[in-house]
C-alpha cells in the first residue's frame, strides 16, 4: 500500500496562491502515476491534474490549465500541486491519489487509482 498524506490547503483571495502537498509512505513511489482531483459541493469528483511516474509528461483539465502546474521529487515521496491566478470556482475538496503504472503514462479517470488521501478544503473567495 501507499498510504497518502495531503497538506497545503486553506483559504486565499481571487488571485492568489496555494500549493498542495502529497506525502506517499511505503516503498516504490516512483512506480506510480500521481494524480490530483477535486470535488465541490453537489458535485462529482473531477480530474484536476496528473502526471507520469517520472514526472516528464502530465496533463491538466482545460478548466487549470495554464494556471496549475503538478510535480513530484521521487526522492523525497512527494507529489505536489502549484495552484495560481485562483478563482472562486477552484472551491473543492482536493484529494491526491496514486496508480500503479500500467501501459500508459497517466491516468485522467479516478477509477484507475488505487489509493487516496484524505483531502484538503481550497477555499477561493472573491
Known amino acids: 500500500q501507499v498510504p497518502l498524506v495531503e497538506s497545503g490547503g486553506g483559504l486565499v483571495q481571487a488571485g492568489g496562491s496555494l500549493r498542495l502537498s502529497c506525502a506517499a509512505s511505503?516503498?516504490?513511489?516512483?512506480?506510480?502515476?500521481a494524480g490530483w482531483f477535486r470535488q465541490a459541493p453537489g458535485k462529482e469528483r473531477e480530474f484536476v491534474a496528473t502526471?507520469?511516474?517520472?514526472?516528464?509528461?502530465?496533463q491538466y483539465a482545460d478548466s487549470v490549465k495554464g494556471r496549475f502546474t503538478i510535480s513530484r521529487d521521487n526522492t523525497k515521496n512527494t507529489f505536489y500541486l502549484e495552484m495560481n491566478s485562483l478563482k472562486p470556482e477552484d472551491t473543492a475538496l482536493y484529494y491526491c491519489?496514486?496508480?500503479?503504472?500500467?501501459?500508459?503514462?497517466?491516468?485522467?479517470?479516478?477509477?484507475?487509482?488505487?489509493?487516496w488521501g484524505q483531502g484538503t478544503q481550497v477555499t477561493v473567495s472573491s
Open positions: 491519489a496514486t496508480a500503479l503504472a500500467g501501459a500508459t503514462y497517466y491516468y485522467t479517470d479516478p477509477d484507475d487509482y488505487d489509493y
Open positions: 502526471s507520469s511516474k517520472s514526472g516528464r509528461t502530465t
Open positions: 511505503g516503498r516504490s513511489f516512483s512506480d506510480y502515476v
